[in-house]
C-alpha cells in the first residue's frame, strides 16, 4: 500500500451523515490539537499497544532519512491510553492531510475514563504501508531518533513531547518511557 493515504481515506463512509465523530488521539493528536474540536477528553483504546515503528517522512525526517512516529499495533490485553477529540466531518480534510503519510482512518471502540464508551475512530499505519519501518530495540528507536529532523522539526521533540504528554495524563507507557531515557544518554554523551 502507498504512504499517501489521502485518497483512500477520503472513501470511508462509516460516519457519513453523522453530525460529529470522536476521534482518538495515541501520538502527537494527543498534545497537538491544530484542529477545531468541539470535546477533549482522556480516554483509551483496548487490544492495542503504542509503538514508534512507523517512519515519517514528511513531518520528523524526510524521503531520503525518515524518523520515527508511533502507530499502535494490535496485542491482546493491552491499553492504550491517549486523547479523545469530538470534531465534525470537516475536520477530516485537515486529518486526512496530516495523517496522509501511512495512516489510514479504522472504526473503533473508545473508553472514557467515567466508564462511557462510544464508537469512534483512529489513524492507524498498518505494516503493509510503504512508510512502515517495524520493530527495532528500544536503544535502536532512540538513535534512529537522535538522527532525524524534518519539516515539522527534530524527531526527538515529537518524542518528548509524546512522553510528557503520556505523564501529564497520568499514563504509563514503557516503551515511549524507555525510548526516551535510551535518548536522554545519547543527547548527555560526549560527541566524537
Known amino acids: 500500500m502507498t504512504a499517501d493515504t489521502i485518497a483512500i481515506n477520503q472513501r470511508m463512509d462509516q460516519f457519513d451523515g453523522h453530525h460529529s465523530v470522536w476521534l482518538f488521539g495515541y501520538g502527537s493528536l494527543i498534545y497537538k490539537a491544530d484542529f477545531p474540536y468541539l470535546q477533549r477528553r482522556p480516554a483509551s483504546i483496548a487490544g492495542w499497544t503504542r509503538r514508534f515503528w512507523q517512519g515519517s517522512h514528511d513531518h520528523r525526517g524526510t524521503p531520503e532519512a525518515p524518523g520515527r512516529v508511533v502507530t499502535i499495533i494490535e496485542e491482546a490485553g493491552a491499553i492504550c491510553h491517549g486523547m479523545a477529540y469530538l470534531i465534525t466531518p470537516e475536520v ?27 464508537e ?59 525510548i526516551e531515557r535510551h535518548l536522554a544518554v545519547l543527547q548527555r554523551a560526549p560527541s566524537e
Do not use: C, M, W
Open 120 to 178: 469512534g475512530l483512529v489513524y492507524i499505519a498498518t505494516p503493509d504501508n510503504t512508510a512502515f519501518l517495524g520493530a527495532a530495540s528500544e536503544q535502536e528507536i532512540a538513535h534512529h531518533i537522535a538522527r532525524s529532523a524534518g519539516p515539522s522539526g527534530p524527531n526527538s521533540d515529537y518524542l518528548n513531547h509524546l512522553a510528557n504528554a503520556l505523564r501529564e495524563l497520568g499514563r504509563h507507557d514503557q516503551h515511549v518511557f524507555d
Open 92 to 118: 477530516f480534510a485537515h486529518l486526512d492531510h496530516r495523517e496522509k503519510n501511512g495512516y489510514l482512518r479504522l472504526a473503533i471502540p473508545i473508553a472514557f475514563d467515567d466508564g462511557d464508551q462510544v
